[in-house]
């Protein structure tokens, strides 16, 4: 028993280490509206909340799904370490590690050969396919899924009914492919326990399905339309057999794959595939007692939910994970372990699948690795461009980004997506109508989405319409209260405004959601300042300060209320500071604040140029150079 501990304890090891390399990884696609744009998961008080309602999966009503145990650990991960992906990655491949440490038990205690448990264990750890499931943080719910089901599997064989049971309610509450569970137990044990265990697994479904239907939660996950069943399963039967391949042959992943969907049985992919399914069927069938055979049915199980739940990603990876540990079974299961050839074969094989491993984890660094390469093996799949446009806008290179999002918006024009991403691109290049025309047209799609609301208040901001950016920020702020960057530029538009009051409500909201920065610091203090309430300014720069070492805005913001409060000069101050950074306006501003006060109207009038020339933006500027030009007018009239 001690030796299988370590036997185990040796491929969980073995898992960790391959993918160490994922750990330097980023957020991706669904990561950023089920995690990062996910208010639910900023918020404590919506615990109770993630086990009755599926709205709190993500930060898009459209994407609701019941995943209550996936949403409490991003929250939890979230209060120990916030947004560092790296503590969420280190969650994906322990869980992965864990679930190889169980493949390594289950085959060594069915088979009662520890040698071929390890090395049923080991390969499915250190399988390319199964980057996926550790790269990309949304697909945690698989791993979760399957960890619980192969535990109740484990426990149940060994007759802890109690523990297998709990489970198998974890797994569910993780994914709702976990309803395999039951039907894996029969295909797995049919020996000493099946009888007495089985049933705990299929009562525990039939409950779970009927809470489900009674609270429309799977409504409610599918409440949009994909493709017609019929399609479906055309589609899905061809699919099967590209998994098949994909297993076999890890050497052509990708976030993405180039299955089209068939639409008539009689295509003939879709009859070759169904032929070999119907093969792989009556052999698991006839051959059931046989270990190869258990592992070919288990890989039928794996694949299975796909052909009854149409989903709108045709091929994803992380939907092989249970195939994955069947297929392997089906292999050594059917093998002589202590064969000399077959063990170099297998360390080979071991050896390949490692560094396959090892490269498809370094493809997953950042949205522009991992689009890229995509790109490169489907160069025709909208998603692909959308999301290499959007990767390429982050690295600055905005002419290629508006390349790759105008090949995105010719592919699918009906993929708010694109468009929202066009907007940011156009934005970039300064061409501000098409962005806030992308911006409405993604808007027009997607009502729902609080970040387009969002972006589109940040560009009515930059261009001095802050009335329409209040609008705006305000609309995404009822979409998502806990958006920090939203509440940030709500208060620099009301600040810009002059609704002083109303930017200091903003900005402290921003800092109750989370959003502390030297920057936010910084705003709220120059809005106490104007209001006269020195203290909390003061208290609020030497924040922005401590928070922003190196910029100097902050810092000579403080000296100079520091200065003004012990009713000392800093005109001066403000004037050797211009020169020192010619390009900030704020100094500039603050800078023909204090001419302004010392009544020298000519030098505060060329200040105020200065400021508007620098922010073009500024009303505040233009207001205040409109009131000294009136001053200075009249002060003419009466020395005439």
Partial sequence: MSSMRWIAASVFLLACVSHLNSLGGDFHYDDQHSLVENPHVRDPGAIVAYFSDPATFSGEAAMAMYRPLVVLSYALTYALAGYSPWPYLLFNMLVHALVAMLVTLLVADRTGQVVLGWWTGALFAVHPINAQVVNYISSRSESLAIMGVLAAVYWLGRGARGWGVAAYVLALMSKSVAVVGWPLLLLWDRGRSVRAHWWPLAATTALYVAVIIANQFLIRSLAQDVRSYGVQLYTQTKAFAYYLYLLSMPVRLSVEHPLVESHAPGEAAVLAAGLLLASLVYLAVKNRSNAAAVGLGMALLGLAIPFFVPLNVLVNEHRTYLACFGLLFAITGSLRAGRSALAWAGAIALCALVVLGWQRNAVWEDEYTLWSAAARQVPNAFRVQSNLGLALYERGELAAAHQ????????????????????????????????????????DLRPDLAGLRANLGRLYLGNGRYGEAIAALEQALALDPGSAAARTNLGLAHQRAGRLDLAVAAYRRALATGGASGELYNNLGLAYQDLGRLDEAEAALAKAVAMSAGEAEAAINLKVLQLRRAGLESVALFEEMTGAFPQRAALWRSLASEYAARGRLDAAIAACRRVIALDPTDQQARANLDALLQKQRGQEVISD
């Fill in 404 to 443: 790759a999002l105008s090949r995105a918006l010719e592919l699918n024009p009906r993929y708010a997506r694109s468009w929202s991403n066009m907007g940011l691109v156009s934005e970039g290049l300064g061409h501000y109508g098409a962005a806030e025309s992308a911006y409405k047209t993604a808007l």
